[in-house]
């Protein structure tokens, strides 16, 4: 059974610093990566990243977010630096065994993390 298991939401002040982690079991991961929804709007890609390391980013964060992973631990991690208000939504960890399209959510979901960034 596939689990995704987000950790290291919050609070934090414009300007401030978080780090997402999302534990995965049940399979290995092709293709890992964030998503967020804010209320009222569409879920959006934050950051992937493939089993290779390649990463592609949604314009609204590059230069501020950071998106690795451990493949011996089965982790992807988000570092979000200078957060900004409008960064504010629940963060959802996605993957998929297969290979997936830059834009194609991946087939399983983590239950979501809130990140809230104050002005």
């Known amino acids: 059974q596939v689990q995704l298991v987000e950790s290291g939401g919050g609070l934090v002040q414009a300007g401030g610093s978080l780090r997402l982690s999302c534990a995965a079991s049940g399979s290995t991961f092709a293709a890992m990566g964030w998503y967020r929804q804010a209320p009222g709007k569409e879920r959006e890609l934050v950051a992937r990243?493939?089993?290779?390391?390649?990463?592609n980013y949604a314009d609204s964060v590059k230069g501020r977010f950071t998106i690795s992973r451990d493949n011996a631990k089965n982790t992807v991690y988000l570092q979000m630096n200078s957060l900004k208000p409008e960064d504010t939504a629940v963060y959802y960890c996605?993957?998929?065994?297969?290979?997936?399209?830059?834009?194609?959510?991946?087939?399983?979901w983590g239950q979501g993390t809130q990140v809230t960034v104050s002005s």
């Open positions: 990243i493939s089993s290779a390391m390649n990463t």
């Open positions: 996605n993957a998929d065994p297969g290979v997936v399209g830059p834009t194609t959510p991946g087939r399983y």
